[in-house]
């Protein structure tokens, strides 16, 4: 007879070994899949995996914008606060970087601190939007899953809004679209060459900030206890509302600077064909990386690759689903394997 | 011979770890009859209870229902079909569906749902024992008191002979519980035999048929409810033997009141009446007791003291402030100490190492950092903590889930008194601990009372009472049945306190 028992303590060896099998079953299941639809899985893995060593600058890019929202989700996730609304905020971010580069008064037109008014305003509007949920949250106990989802539907509504509307750009030629961003709101590229650009060393500075603050500060340790139990910390004397509201502003502020760094580095403009999917992309890599800020850096380069793939892999001829299918594998594979480091299987004769 | 229901005998159950939750214990329950398990918290009613549901398996023993011996596979399906049925004391009911789809929920009898077939049949069982419940109402529409007789029905739909409630009337309102009792005596009528669940001793007397008492996993005894009385089963329940040495000198001078509470009032999880107009008052280098039957409002009692519940009128002062509106981090500031009943829920993270557990109540001082967390004063503290209380852990950065009972309470006990408190509060501090670590604690307790601090000490162990407090109060159904001195208490007035009788003042 098989017995499932649960662990008292995951081994260390186990915490990194399993993901790494589960990756490695991932990818094989995907292979046999798509041997089986008889398609060439030699050549689409190497144009997921080589493809995206030759163009390591544009899935940075990616990651650049992963690792961000990625933290600000991770920051709510620690606190048992599930914010599924990183799309919206993000999209609610990239709005207010544009008001502020599209409406300037023209003394900041040509500032050095455009870019860091655009990045405040995005912070503050993302972290508002975030706290619609937050606040009905820690007021009167309403899922947060359901309303920071749903938000991201209001968001996209407002996005679409003013760029088929108010904001339509006078140069836009008819297509849904802002007017260009004057050039001092342009993050600039690192290399004279490709469109990696300065934001890769902000999302860095967040990874390091973010697991100074969560291991070694006080507020990280609040978080830490609320993550444990919510009895627990109103036993400490922590607010848990108070903490819920914060969490939640953090998580947000962080998904709007995501969207004002990528409005601004790579689109110049708003419109209404903006990458916000990659706010649910966040979610998995967050799980992916069981809520750790640096492991966050490394798996949003990995999911980055990912992403650059379903762009890349049409050009080479292979349907760029392949690359959504290793996501999902990947995804679905590491969740199942977390149980084998939760439970020891055992073989008992009865 | 006469004709019983169910037999149980010699059942013995013993948990890993080694803890015996029933030893010996012979039950009969005969058909058509009302039958009370009393006992308090941890007597082994419900374990019994879940052997006879099949949710459990005895160690020992011989289990016959209707006359037959239950042998081989036997599990909560073998159990319905022997048509045992029990109620738990959270329903297990679906909410938004309605009552007939709770019904066919877990009945294999037909693949299809037919609607048709499962209303008359629950409406037909509900009119013979005047239950008034609509096969066709939502569960989330009705009352607490509904829902209970939906669980009932569910059972009676499955073919209950045997009926077992659990707890049946701890989220009743009284006049609910005259209710219930009703319905159930009708159904005895039917030849329906019921086992209820309880440690209210009023209940057994007015409702019962025969009663039999668990203390400590055994079955003390099995009396007629007609030729008992309060103060026989009080006796029963608690134990006689109170050869305890006290533990505390009677040379402490009292110092000034530290606590005080005047009339308080607060609702229990289930918004009921917890605590009804509570007062008492405790002084410096003063152990206050309080006893009772665990469930009668300790719980309620610690929280509001410390904050973490609302008082809904009344007063409680520390010192000369009121503190009845005050947080918890401020109730923390003045340097009150709280033992909490639940160790790993409430008093400690488990999942976090020694080091974080520690801090839990001091991490906002200074001490501790700022911003950032003294990574080297943290483990400092720790290490003291450790140290003075021989807490035994690999090192202060293990996850304090791997640690016994004992040395989590010694954990709690370091982290509480660190700061030389002024009052402790105190629930069951020694429950479920080895009799070293019940000794340490007991000691670390009376420490504190010498070095002249108030302690409130929750407890439903009168030796605990007797070896450890100045004074005591009785704690029933959220009321302070009277306030005696320790050492002129006698156990038999203690033990019909607890039951429900007025004692005197102290």
């Known amino acids: 007879m098989i017995k499932v028992e649960k662990r008292l303590e995951t081994p260390k060896y186990l915490l990194i070994l399993t993901p790494i099998v589960s990756v490695l079953v991932a990818l094989m299941f995907s292979a046999i899949l798509l041997l089986v639809t008889g398609e060439d899985a030699a050549r689409a893995m190497n144009t997921i995996f080589g493809g995206s060593l030759i163009n390591w600058q544009e899935v940075l890019v990616n990651s650049v914008t ?3 929202l990625s933290i600000g989700v991770a920051v709510a996730f620690k606190m048992v606060v599930w914010n599924i609304g990183a799309a919206g905020q993000m999209m609610i971010g990239m709005i207010c970087a544009a008001g502020v580069a599209l409406f300037a008064p023209i003394a900041l037109r040509d500032s050095i601190f455009l870019i860091p008014i655009m990045a405040v305003a995005a912070v503050i509007g993302g972290g508002l939007w975030a706290l619609i949920s937050g606040g009905a949250k820690a007021i009167w106990n309403v899922n947060e899953v359901i309303t920071s989802l749903l938000l991201n539907y209001v968001a996209l509504y407002i996005l679409q809004f003013l760029v088929f509307g108010p904001w339509k750009g006078v140069t836009s030629s008819g297509f849904p679209q802002t007017d260009p961003f004057p050039a001092a709101a342009k993050i600039p590229a690192i290399f004279e060459t490709g469109r990696l650009h300065y934001g890769l060393f902000v999302a860095l500075a967040i990874i390091i900030i973010f697991y100074f603050l969560l291991n070694k500060s006080r507020w990280g340790y609040e978080i830490r206890v609320i993550g444990e139990g919510r009895n627990v910390a109103r036993y400490g004397g922590m607010s848990l509302s108070k903490n819920i509201i914060i969490a939640m502003f953090i998580s947000g502020g962080l998904a709007g600077l995501a969207g004002a760094i990528h409005v601004s580095a790579l689109e110049g403009r708003l419109s209404p064909h903006m990458n916000t999917d990659i706010g649910y992309t966040a979610i998995i890599v967050v799980w992916l990386s069981r809520l750790h800020p640096l492991v966050i850096g490394i798996v949003s380069v990995f999911m980055g690759a990912l992403l650059f793939a379903e762009t890349n892999l049409p050009a080479a001829g292979i349907p760029s689903e392949i690359a959504k299918l290793l996501q999902g594998s990947i995804l679905f594979f590491v969740i199942a394997g977390d149980f084998f480091s939760r439970y020891k299987v055992k073989y008992v004769k009865e | 011979m006469s004709n019983a229901v169910v037999e149980m005998k010699n059942i013995r159950k013993v948990f890993p770890g080694g803890v015996v939750a029933n030893d010996k214990v012979d039950l009969t329950i005969e058909k058509g009859e009302i039958h009370a398990l009393l006992g308090e918290n941890g007597a082994g009613k419900s374990t019994l209870m879940n052997i006879l549901t099949g949710l459990y398996r005895q160690d020992d023993g011989e289990l016959f229902v209707d006359g037959q011996k239950i042998e081989g596979k036997y599990g909560p399906k073998e159990a319905i079909a022997k048509g045992i049925g029990m109620v738990h004391q959270n329903f297990r009911l679906v909410k938004p569906f309605t009552v007939s789809e709770n019904m066919a929920l877990g009945t294999k009898d037909k693949f299809l749902y037919d609607g048709k077939i499962i209303e008359s049949k629950i409406e037909e069982i509900s009119k013979k024992f005047q239950l008034q419940i609509s096969p066709k109402a939502k569960i989330w529409q009705l009352s607490i008191g509904e829902q209970q007789r939906v669980e009932i029905i569910k059972m009676l739909y499955r073919g209950a002979q045997i009926l077992i409630m659990d707890e049946p009337t701890a989220v009743l309102t009284p006049n609910e519980v005259k209710g219930l009792f009703d319905i159930l005596k ?18 057994v007397l007015s409702y019962a048929d025969r009663i039999t008492v668990l203390r400590g996993g055994f079955a003390i005894k099995t009396l007629n409810a007609k030729d008992t009385n309060d103060r026989e089963l009080a006796d029963l329940m608690v134990g006689r033997q109170l050869d305890a040495k006290r533990m505390i000198a009677d040379d402490v001078p009292l110092g000034e009141v530290v606590l005080k509470l005047s009339d308080v009032r607060a609702m229990n999880d289930k918004g009921l009446l917890a605590l009804d107009n509570v007062s008492f008052e405790i002084r410096g280098g003063e152990i206050l007791g309080i006893a009772g039957v665990a469930g009668n409002g300790q719980k309620e009692l610690s929280e509001v003291i410390t904050g973490l519940r609302k008082v809904t009128a009344g007063k ?7 503190i009845t509106k005050e947080s918890v981090q401020k109730i923390i500031d003045r340097n009150v100490a709280f033992i909490p009943e639940d160790r790993h829920g409430m008093g400690l993270a488990n999942n976090l190492p020694a080091t974080d557990n520690a801090i839990l109540k001091s991490y906002r ?10 990574k080297k004063v943290v483990d400092e503290i720790t290490q003291k903590m450790v140290d003075d209380f021989e807490i035994k852990i690999p090192n202060i950065h293990c996850n304090v889930k791997l640690m016994s009972g004992g040395n989590l309470q010694k954990l709690i006990l370091a982290r509480e008194t660190f700061d030389n408190p002024e009052l402790i509060i105190a629930v069951y ?7 070293g670590a019940i000794d340490y604690v007991h000691q670390k307790l009376a420490e504190e009372r010498k070095k002249g601090k108030a302690v409130l000490l929750i407890s439903e162990d009168l030796e605990e009472i007797y070896k450890m407090t100045d004074r005591v109060a009785v704690l029933y159904e959220g009321k302070v049945m009277g306030i005696v001195k320790t050492q002129e208490a006698s156990i038999n007035d203690l033990g019909l306190m607890m039951a429900g009788a007025k004692g005197s003042e102290a």
């Open chain 1, 66 to 68: 992963l690792m961000i």
């Open chain 2, 186 to 203: 009708a159904m005895t009528k039917e030849g329906i035999s019921i086992i209820f669940i309880t440690h209210k001793m009023h209940e």
């Open chain 2, 365 to 374: 001082n200074k001490r501790c950092g700022g911003i950032l967390m003294n």
């Open chain 2, 316 to 322: 409680i002062m520390f010192k000369n402030d009121d």
């Open chain 2, 429 to 435: 501090p020694v429950r479920g601990l080895d009799v």
